[in-house]
C-alpha cells in the first residue's frame, strides 16, 4: 500500500499544480465600440479602453490564452456587415500579435504566438433581436414597440421598414445603442 502511494504521489503533486495554477488565472475584458461603417482603431469611441488593453498585452503576466469577437450591427447590407465584423477583428488581431511579440518583458516568439488555440477569433453580424439582451424598458422608452417586432412573426423585409419608423422616431436607438452592437472584444487569460 506504501509504496502504491510513493507511486501516486509525484501525479498528483502535478495535478495539485494544475489545480492552483488554474484558481490563479485571471480573464480581463475589454470591449472596443465602434461607429457606422467604421474598423480602423484610430475611430474606436472608447479610446481608454484600446489603452487599457494595449497596457495589459505589454505587461510581464504570462498570457494563456486570447479570444477575439467581433461583431457588426444589423441595419445596412448583411454582405458589407459581415466584411466590416472580419475587418474589425482582423485589425485587433494584428494589434494583439504585434504587442505580444515587441513587449519589452517576456516577449513572445512568433510560434509561441502562432501556436494553435493561443489566439481564437470570430466575427459575426448581429441579429436585430440581440438589442433586446442590451436593452430595458427602463432605458429605453419605445422598448414594448420595438420587442413587439422583433419577435413577431413574418419576412425579414416587413420588419426592416417598422424598424426604421422606430429609428426615426427614437434617433438614441440608432446613436447610443447600435454602437453596442458594433464592437470587437478581446479576452485575455493569464496568471
Known amino acids: 500500500f506504501s509504496s502504491f502511494s510513493r507511486l501516486l504521489e509525484p501525479t498528483l ?70 466584411n466590416l465584423a472580419f475587418k ?28 494553435q488555440g493561443f489566439i481564437s477569433s470570430q466575427w459575426n453580424e448581429q441579429p436585430w433581436d440581440s438589442l433586446l439582451n442590451i436593452l430595458t424598458p427602463k432605458q429605453f422608452k419605445g422598448y414594448t414597440k420595438l420587442k413587439e417586432i422583433l419577435t413577431a412573426d413574418g419576412p425579414v423585409g416587413s420588419k426592416k421598414e417598422k424598424l426604421e419608423k422606430i429609428l426615426r422616431d427614437y434617433p438614441a436607438l440608432r446613436d447610443t445603442y447600435f454602437p453596442m452592437l458594433r464592437n470587437c472584444t478581446v479576452e485575455i487569460l493569464s496568471t
Open 13 to 82: 503533486e502535478i495535478m495539485d499544480l494544475d489545480y492552483e495554477k488554474e484558481k490563479l488565472c485571471v480573464k480581463e475584458t475589454y470591449r472596443i465600440l465602434y461607429p457606422a461603417n467604421q474598423f480602423d482603431l484610430s475611430y474606436g469611441l472608447n479610446q481608454g479602453t484600446i489603452s487599457n488593453l494595449m497596457a495589459s498585452l505589454r505587461s510581464s503576466k504570462e498570457i494563456l490564452e486570447i479570444q477575439i469577437t467581433s461583431s457588426a450591427s444589423p441595419d445596412g447590407e448583411s454582405k458589407d456587415n459581415e
Open 88 to 115: 474589425r477583428m482582423e485589425s485587433i488581431h494584428k494589434l494583439v500579435v504585434r504587442e505580444l511579440m515587441t513587449r519589452a518583458v517576456n516577449p513572445m516568439t512568433s510560434s509561441e504566438v502562432f501556436a
